[in-house]
Protein backbone atom coordinates (compact mmCIF):
# COMPACT_ATOMS: atom_id res chain seq x y z
CA UNK A 1 0.00 0.00 0.00
CA UNK A 2 0.72 3.89 -0.73
CA UNK A 3 -0.53 7.03 0.10
CA UNK A 4 -2.20 5.58 3.79
CA UNK A 5 -2.68 9.16 5.34
CA UNK A 6 -2.39 11.13 1.82
CA UNK A 7 -3.86 14.78 2.06
CA UNK A 8 -3.44 14.33 6.34
CA UNK A 9 -1.48 16.90 8.43
CA UNK A 10 -0.49 16.94 11.55
CA UNK A 11 1.63 17.09 14.92
CA UNK A 12 4.41 15.04 15.82
CA UNK A 13 5.45 15.57 19.89
CA UNK A 14 8.55 14.33 20.32
CA UNK A 15 9.40 13.77 16.80
CA UNK A 16 13.18 14.42 17.25
CA UNK A 17 15.08 12.35 19.58
CA UNK A 18 17.63 11.51 22.51
CA UNK A 19 20.93 11.29 20.28
CA UNK A 20 22.00 7.47 19.88
CA UNK A 21 22.87 4.72 17.71
CA UNK A 22 19.52 3.64 16.03
CA UNK A 23 16.46 5.56 15.34
CA UNK A 24 14.03 6.79 17.81
CA UNK A 25 9.91 5.79 17.99
CA UNK A 26 8.82 9.48 17.31
CA UNK A 27 11.44 10.25 14.52
CA UNK A 28 10.66 6.61 12.70
CA UNK A 29 6.39 7.36 13.11
CA UNK A 30 7.31 11.24 11.03
CA UNK A 31 9.24 9.91 8.66
CA UNK A 32 6.80 6.85 8.18
CA UNK A 33 3.96 9.04 8.24
CA UNK A 34 5.36 11.38 5.86
CA UNK A 35 6.16 8.61 3.60
CA UNK A 36 2.61 7.84 3.25
CA UNK A 37 1.26 11.37 2.60
CA UNK A 38 1.14 12.94 5.62
CA UNK A 39 1.73 16.76 6.05
CA UNK A 40 3.36 17.45 9.25
CA UNK A 41 4.76 19.58 12.10
CA UNK A 42 7.47 17.92 14.19
CA UNK A 43 7.99 19.64 17.54
CA UNK A 44 10.46 18.55 19.60
CA UNK A 45 12.14 20.47 22.48
CA UNK A 46 15.43 20.48 21.05
CA UNK A 47 14.78 22.27 17.57
CA UNK A 48 17.96 21.06 16.17
CA UNK A 49 16.92 17.08 16.54
CA UNK A 50 13.35 18.22 15.25
CA UNK A 51 14.84 20.13 12.11
CA UNK A 52 16.72 16.93 11.31
CA UNK A 53 13.84 14.67 11.04
CA UNK A 54 12.30 17.93 9.14
CA UNK A 55 15.11 17.41 6.45
CA UNK A 56 14.95 13.47 6.37
CA UNK A 57 11.66 14.11 5.50
CA UNK A 58 11.74 16.87 2.93
CA UNK A 59 14.77 15.37 1.26
CA UNK A 60 12.52 12.10 0.52
CA UNK A 61 10.48 14.61 -1.12
CA UNK A 62 7.47 15.16 1.90
CA UNK A 63 6.04 18.47 3.77
CA UNK A 64 7.51 19.01 6.83
CA UNK A 65 8.18 21.89 8.99
CA UNK A 66 10.33 22.05 12.42
CA UNK A 67 9.26 24.07 15.40
CA UNK A 68 10.24 23.85 19.13
CA UNK A 69 8.03 22.92 21.85
CA UNK A 70 8.55 21.46 25.45
CA UNK A 71 5.32 19.89 26.23
CA UNK A 72 5.65 20.74 30.03
CA UNK A 73 4.54 24.96 28.69
CA UNK A 74 0.99 24.84 27.65
CA UNK A 75 1.59 27.84 25.36
CA UNK A 76 4.61 26.10 23.48
CA UNK A 77 1.88 22.96 23.09
CA UNK A 78 -0.94 25.47 22.08
CA UNK A 79 1.89 26.89 19.55
CA UNK A 80 2.55 23.80 17.97
CA UNK A 81 -0.86 22.91 17.42
CA UNK A 82 -1.73 26.16 15.92
CA UNK A 83 0.90 26.20 13.58
CA UNK A 84 -0.24 23.11 11.72
CA UNK A 85 -3.58 25.06 11.51
CA UNK A 86 -2.27 27.56 10.39
CA UNK A 87 0.23 26.22 7.73
CA UNK A 88 -2.12 23.19 6.13
CA UNK A 89 -5.65 24.56 7.24
CA UNK A 90 -6.66 21.55 9.68
CA UNK A 91 -5.05 18.97 11.92
CA UNK A 92 -5.96 15.24 11.34
CA UNK A 93 -3.07 13.37 12.88
CA UNK A 94 -2.40 14.32 16.42
CA UNK A 95 1.29 11.96 17.74
CA UNK A 96 2.29 12.10 21.35
CA UNK A 97 5.51 10.62 21.66
CA UNK A 98 7.10 12.44 24.47
CA UNK A 99 8.27 10.69 27.89
CA UNK A 100 11.32 9.55 29.74
CA UNK A 101 12.43 7.59 33.15
CA UNK A 102 15.78 7.59 34.03
CA UNK A 103 16.59 10.50 32.18
CA UNK A 104 14.15 12.37 34.33
CA UNK A 105 15.62 10.81 37.53
CA UNK A 106 13.07 8.01 37.67
CA UNK A 107 13.20 5.51 41.02
CA UNK A 108 12.11 3.43 42.61
CA UNK A 109 9.27 3.64 45.15
CA UNK A 110 11.71 4.86 48.57
CA UNK A 111 14.33 6.43 46.22
CA UNK A 112 12.26 8.63 43.80
CA UNK A 113 12.05 12.45 44.69
CA UNK A 114 9.02 14.77 44.78
CA UNK A 115 11.15 16.93 42.46
CA UNK A 116 11.46 13.70 39.73
CA UNK A 117 8.13 12.59 40.54
CA UNK A 118 6.62 15.89 39.48
CA UNK A 119 9.01 16.03 36.66
CA UNK A 120 8.07 12.81 35.11
CA UNK A 121 4.23 13.57 35.52
CA UNK A 122 4.61 16.79 33.90
CA UNK A 123 6.70 15.08 30.58
CA UNK A 124 5.13 12.05 30.40
CA UNK A 125 1.21 12.63 31.44
CA UNK A 126 0.31 16.33 31.25
CA UNK A 127 2.07 17.10 28.11
CA UNK A 128 -0.22 14.21 26.35
CA UNK A 129 -3.42 16.02 27.93
CA UNK A 130 -2.56 19.51 27.08
CA UNK A 131 -1.63 18.51 23.54
CA UNK A 132 -5.08 16.65 23.43
CA UNK A 133 -6.37 20.07 25.23
CA UNK A 134 -5.59 21.94 22.28
CA UNK A 135 -5.65 19.76 19.30
CA UNK A 136 -9.45 18.35 20.40
CA UNK A 137 -11.24 21.90 19.23
CA UNK A 138 -10.21 22.38 15.42
CA UNK A 139 -10.61 18.06 15.50
CA UNK A 140 -14.07 18.63 16.76
CA UNK A 141 -15.06 21.44 14.43
CA UNK A 142 -13.54 19.14 11.34
CA UNK A 143 -15.58 16.23 12.52
CA UNK A 144 -12.85 14.26 12.42
CA UNK A 145 -9.32 13.58 13.92
CA UNK A 146 -6.60 10.40 15.16
CA UNK A 147 -4.73 11.17 18.04
CA UNK A 148 -2.35 7.88 19.06
CA UNK A 149 -0.51 8.41 22.40
CA UNK A 150 2.17 6.49 23.55
CA UNK A 151 2.14 4.47 26.25
CA UNK A 152 4.73 1.52 27.36
CA UNK A 153 4.05 -2.35 28.36
CA UNK A 154 5.31 -1.36 31.74
CA UNK A 155 2.02 -0.60 32.54
CA UNK A 156 1.33 -4.32 32.63
CA UNK A 157 4.70 -5.51 33.22
CA UNK A 158 6.78 -5.64 36.86
CA UNK A 159 8.50 -2.52 35.91
CA UNK A 160 10.88 -1.21 38.88
CA UNK A 161 10.57 2.40 38.54
CA UNK A 162 7.45 4.37 39.67
CA UNK A 163 7.27 7.62 37.63
CA UNK A 164 7.39 6.08 34.55
CA UNK A 165 4.45 3.28 35.31
CA UNK A 166 2.66 5.21 36.57
CA UNK A 167 2.36 7.71 34.33
CA UNK A 168 2.34 5.40 31.54
CA UNK A 169 -0.62 3.62 33.19
CA UNK A 170 -2.41 7.28 33.38
CA UNK A 171 -1.67 7.98 29.47
CA UNK A 172 -4.14 4.79 28.74
CA UNK A 173 -6.70 6.28 30.65
CA UNK A 174 -6.24 9.28 29.15
CA UNK A 175 -6.35 7.71 25.77
CA UNK A 176 -9.55 6.11 26.68
CA UNK A 177 -11.30 9.00 28.17
CA UNK A 178 -10.38 10.95 25.45
CA UNK A 179 -11.46 8.12 22.86
CA UNK A 180 -15.13 7.91 24.91
CA UNK A 181 -15.54 11.50 25.00
CA UNK A 182 -15.05 12.32 21.58
CA UNK A 183 -16.29 9.21 19.58
CA UNK A 184 -19.63 11.98 18.73
CA UNK A 185 -17.18 13.97 17.20
CA UNK A 186 -15.59 11.20 14.97
CA UNK A 187 -12.67 11.51 16.96
CA UNK A 188 -10.63 8.24 17.28
CA UNK A 189 -7.66 7.89 20.18
CA UNK A 190 -5.58 4.75 20.62
CA UNK A 191 -2.36 4.13 22.49
CA UNK A 192 0.39 2.00 21.77
CA UNK A 193 2.23 0.38 24.27
CA UNK A 194 6.37 -0.43 23.22
CA UNK A 195 8.14 -3.12 25.10
CA UNK A 196 11.91 -3.91 24.78
CA UNK A 197 12.92 -1.58 22.06
CA UNK A 198 16.59 -1.23 20.86
CA UNK A 199 16.01 3.12 20.80
CA UNK A 200 18.21 5.83 22.32
CA UNK A 201 15.54 7.02 24.76
CA UNK A 202 15.89 3.04 26.32
CA UNK A 203 19.78 1.90 25.27
CA UNK A 204 21.42 5.42 26.12
CA UNK A 205 20.93 5.99 29.68
CA UNK A 206 21.78 2.38 30.57
CA UNK A 207 24.78 2.81 28.51
CA UNK A 208 26.24 6.19 30.21
CA UNK A 209 25.43 4.85 33.62
CA UNK A 210 28.23 2.13 32.72
CA UNK A 211 26.57 -0.75 31.53
CA UNK A 212 28.68 -2.02 28.13
CA UNK A 213 26.28 -1.52 25.39
CA UNK A 214 26.58 -4.84 24.23
CA UNK A 215 25.47 -6.01 27.48
CA UNK A 216 22.31 -3.84 28.06
CA UNK A 217 21.81 -5.27 24.36
CA UNK A 218 21.79 -8.90 25.07
CA UNK A 219 20.37 -8.52 28.15
CA UNK A 220 16.83 -6.97 26.42
CA UNK A 221 16.96 -9.50 23.42
CA UNK A 222 16.75 -12.18 25.52
CA UNK A 223 13.71 -11.33 27.30
CA UNK A 224 12.13 -10.74 23.88
CA UNK A 225 10.08 -13.59 23.05
CA UNK A 226 9.60 -13.34 19.22
CA UNK A 227 12.92 -14.24 17.82
CA UNK A 228 14.98 -13.11 20.89
CA UNK A 229 15.41 -9.46 19.66
CA UNK A 230 14.12 -6.31 20.34
CA UNK A 231 12.03 -4.34 18.25
CA UNK A 232 12.49 -0.80 16.74
CA UNK A 233 11.47 2.54 16.24
CA UNK A 234 9.81 1.44 13.12
CA UNK A 235 7.85 -1.27 14.59
CA UNK A 236 6.23 1.47 16.33
CA UNK A 237 5.98 3.37 13.22
CA UNK A 238 4.16 0.82 11.08
CA UNK A 239 1.25 0.24 14.23
CA UNK A 240 1.16 4.22 14.50
CA UNK A 241 0.55 4.20 10.60
CA UNK A 242 -2.44 1.51 10.97
CA UNK A 243 -3.74 4.10 14.27
CA UNK A 244 -3.84 6.97 12.03
CA UNK A 245 -4.84 5.72 8.72
CA UNK A 246 -8.44 5.19 7.41
CA UNK A 247 -7.44 1.09 7.84
CA UNK A 248 -8.02 2.13 11.38
CA UNK A 249 -11.15 3.83 10.92
CA UNK A 250 -13.90 1.81 13.41
CA UNK A 251 -10.95 1.56 16.23
CA UNK A 252 -10.90 3.71 19.39
CA UNK A 253 -9.70 3.18 22.70
CA UNK A 254 -7.90 0.56 21.87
CA UNK A 255 -3.89 0.01 23.52
CA UNK A 256 -1.99 -1.56 21.52
CA UNK A 257 1.08 -3.88 22.55
CA UNK A 258 3.88 -3.86 20.07
CA UNK A 259 6.19 -6.05 22.38
CA UNK A 260 7.26 -8.98 20.73
CA UNK A 261 4.59 -11.51 22.26
CA UNK A 262 6.30 -10.27 25.78
CA UNK A 263 2.55 -9.39 27.26
CA UNK A 264 1.23 -12.89 26.60
CA UNK A 265 5.11 -15.02 27.67
Not at 81 to 93: H, K, L, N, S
Not at 127 to 134: E, F, Q, T, V, Y
Not at 147 to 175: C, D, F, H, Q, W
Amino acid sequence: MADRVKGKSGVIFGGGQTPGETIGNGRAAAILLAREGARLVVADRDLASAEETAVMIREAGGDAVAVAADVTGEEAVREAIDACVQRFGRIDILHNNVGASLALGDATATELTVEAFDRIVAVNLRGMWLACKHALPAMREQRSGSIVNISSMAVREAYPYVGYKTTKAGVVSLTENIAAANARYGIRANAILPGLMNTPMAIEPRVAAGTPRETVIAERDRRVPLGGKMGTGWDVAHAALFLHSEEAGFITGVSLPVDGGAGVS
